[in-house]
């Protein structure tokens, strides 16, 4: 077979661009994990970060799971494979040139492409009954949880999905609960008379009546109703039916089946797009129809990882042939399960054993992968200067502004910081947010920012690719403060690294101080501790989810509208809280006006995870520093206030009568602010409450 370009052995290194965290692509992800591939760099995106093990959907919709049991840590994984991790959705392709579309993201360029989006569920029926589509996965014990409670449930859907769901539903809303099954065009169309057989018993033994003969034509309220007229009375309907592809794929110009699904032949490779693979349930492997069945995805990551190994390698990918029948073992949620093998189908409590087995040991071996630590920090010499100034032509940078006579000021904060999940679009708006900080907090205005990039040495073409996504970002929440990037300057180092040079302006006697407090102020705090703490969890693979997103929430939280809000209420004296955490902020401040402190410590609000993170002994690199500075000014501070923050909140005290005021409008705006303690006479201290 002869060699196509996606074939060419790679001159300096390939980019292998991932979208989606399905099955295949945590398979792939873990043989990377476990033997990596010089020269190959790896980009995840996926919308969800700990996206559900569908093998054990039904056993978390039972209640035999907790939530953290089924689930795979993306940011865990990607770190242990040494992938970078954009959490984001694909909504386009430009494939002519290698380019993915994102949502917030901008365009990602590949060499090679590999899409694992899975399904999506197809239009409901029409009307506003208690409807609740299992797609997506991650999302559906959410759901069900909001959902009011049901008497009377039904599942929509005669495959082994919505035959297991069904099972889990009997356990979940208990034996008084009625509950049916429809399976509208057949109950397990793909099996034999045996198979649906021993269903039938078990769905009898448990209570579960079957409703066969015709689909759902509508959903009306508290019933649904059939196609040749029957109701069905319900309170919630779990809807299994129709795997649909995602829409954004009609517009990519990629070869599709007719349902819409990617088209691919044995190397799992686009028929169209050589460059382009696909994988689980979003691919059609041509020649080879299979049921969306979660056994084939598992089984294609390996196929994935020695195509992408031997496409390095200059060689042709290997076909990958699926099996014709695939095992299928349905748990009926009661401690026994039900295997079926084509025409075979047998029940036990021993099934449910080897269920439980291969549920638990998949999940299993993805958190028992080693995370590798962060390199550390060394000087290295200047970045290539085509790329940087490639990369700022691509953002099109205008001239600074002038800035307004004697009153301008410049605040350099190049505080290093890593790409949080490798994602250097994000650590673009996070490093701007928290350069301004500091001048938002003088109740200056920022004007311009020049960037102070770190990045490691790497082939050209990724450096341009990085640094244009790092200066975009940058740009983005600059522009939205009202000021510019005007330029940048660049260093090779052995990690990613940002800072900036922020240019800003403000009237004269107009700048605020750290040094104002006054006995009797009340000191307020704008947003919640702990992002140093959590990304150190991150660098370790031990941030869950929802830590991080609260924390990437957080910190691109922009500064400026609490920052006038505080001004325009009194504050007596303002700071932005950054690297020496709270306390040490909050020092400074004290011993500026003479004066000392009494916080609640109750008060202070912490980002979810925080406190779970410092109990487990997770600290920031500062941390120690940190404690050892306020040594004499605190006894026994808890760890959270010594907590270096990153685009952190702003302490200030305000007078008693503008607090009120002041938080309401805080509020308003989308902050978590709070007051947190009161300025006291006294030399330099603070007493915890």
């Given at each position: ?32 994990a ?12 996926a ?45 386009g ?31 409901l ?9 299992v ?5 559906l ?25 069904a ?67 319900c ?84 076909p ?49 992968l ?62 701007a ?36 996504a ?59 501790l ?128 503008s ?31």
């Amino acid at each position: 077979m002869p060699r196509d370009l996606a074939e060419t052995p790679p001159a300096e290194g390939r980019e292998l661009l991932l979208v989606g965290g399905g099955h295949a692509h945590l398979g792939l992800l873990r043989s990377l994990a476990m033997r990596p591939v010089p020269g190959l760099r790896v980009t995840l995106v996926a919308d969800e970060l700990e996206p559900v093990y569908s093998g054990m959907l039904p056993g978390l919709v039972a209640g035999l799971y907790a939530a953290e049991e089924c689930v795979i840590a993306l940011p865990r994984l990607a770190l242990a494979a040494g992938a970078r991790l954009i959490q984001d959705r694909a909504t386009g392709l430009q494939p002519v040139a290698r380019r993915l579309l994102c949502a917030r993201h901008p365009p990602l360029h590949y060499d090679w492409l590999s899409i694992d989006v899975g399904s999506v569920a197809r239009p409901l029926p029409p009307g506003e009954g208690p409807l609740v589509a299992v797609r997506p996965i991650g999302s559906l014990e959410a759901r069900l949880a909001a959902a009011p409670p049901a008497g009377r449930a039904a599942v929509v859907g005669g495959g082994a999905a919505g035959v297991e769901l069904a099972f889990s539903l009997r356990r979940r809303l208990g034996p008084g609960a009625e509950l049916a099954l429809l399976p509208g065009a057949g109950l397990l169309p793909r099996s034999g008379p045996l198979a649906r057989w021993v269903i039938r018993r078990a769905l009898e033994r448990r209570r579960i009546a079957l409703v066969e003969g015709a689909p759902v034509a509508e959903a009306g309220p508290g019933a649904l109703l059939l196609a040749d007229g029957r109701r069905i009375p319900c309170d919630l309907a779990l809807w299994t039916t129709g795997a649909a592809a995602p829409a954004w794929l009609r517009e990519t110009g990629l070869a599709l089946d007719p349902q819409g699904f990617i088209a691919v032949d044995e190397t799992l490779r686009s028929l169209s797009h050589r460059e382009v693979f696909a994988a689980g349930d979003v691919a059609a492997l041509q020649g080879h129809p299979r049921e969306k069945a979660g056994v084939y995805p598992v089984r294609q990551g390996p196929a994935l990882a020695d195509a992408i190994r031997r496409l390095m390698a200059g060689e042709v990918p290997r076909p990958w042939r699926p099996q014709r029948r695939a095992l299928a073992l349905i748990g009926t949620a009661d401690g026994e399960a039900i295997a079926l093998r084509g025409r075979l189908a047998l029940a036990g409590r021993w099934a449910w054993r080897w269920k439980q087995r291969i549920d638990r040991d998949w999940v299993a071996g993805f958190a028992s992968l080693r995370t590798t630590p962060p390199v550390p920090m060394h000087c290295g010499g200047r970045l290539a200067a085509p790329a940087l100034t490639a990369a700022l032509a691509r953002l099109g940078l205008a001239e600074g502004p002038a800035l307004p006579g004697d009153a301008a000021l410049r605040v350099q904060d190049a505080e290093r910081f890593p790409a949080l999940l490798g994602d250097v679009h994000l650590l673009g708006r996070i490093a701007a947010n928290h350069a301004m900080g500091e001048m938002q907090a003088m109740g200056a205005r920022p004007l311009s920012a020049l960037a102070l990039v770190t990045l490691p040495d790497a082939p050209a073409a990724w450096l341009e690719e990085d640094l244009h996504a790092m200066l975009r970002g940058a740009q983005e929440v600059l522009e939205e403060a009202g000021a510019r990037l005007i330029g940048g300057h660049g260093t090779e180092g052995a990690e990613v690294a940002l800072g900036f040079a922020v240019t800003g302006a403000a009237g004269p006697g107009r700048l605020a101080q750290a040094g104002g407090l006054r006995p009797g102020d009340r000191l307020v705090l704008t947003k919640p501790l702990g992002t140093g703490v959590i990304l150190a969890a991150a660098m370790r693979g031990e941030a869950r989810a929802a830590w991080l997103e609260g924390a990437v929430a957080v910190m691109q939280q922009p500064g400026g509208p609490a920052a006038a809000a505080l001004l325009a209420h009194g504050a007596t004296a303002f700071a932005a809280v950054k690297g020496f955490g709270l306390l040490g902020q909050l020092g400074e401040m004290l011993r500026a006006s003479g004066s000392a402190a009494r916080l609640d410590a109750r008060a202070i609000p912490l980002l979810p995870g925080a406190q779970e993170a410092l109990e487990r002994g997770i600290r920031s690199p500062r941390h120690a520093a940190n404690e050892a500075a306020i040594a004499g000014l605190a006894e026994n501070p808890p760890a959270a206030l010594l907590d270096p923050q990153i685009a952190g909140g702003f302490l200030a005290g305000l007078p008693e009568a503008s607090v009120a005021p002041c938080l309401a409008e805080l509020r308003r705006l989308g902050a978590a602010a709070a007051l947190i303690g009161t300025v006291t006479p006294g030399p330099p201290a603070i007493r915890l409450d």
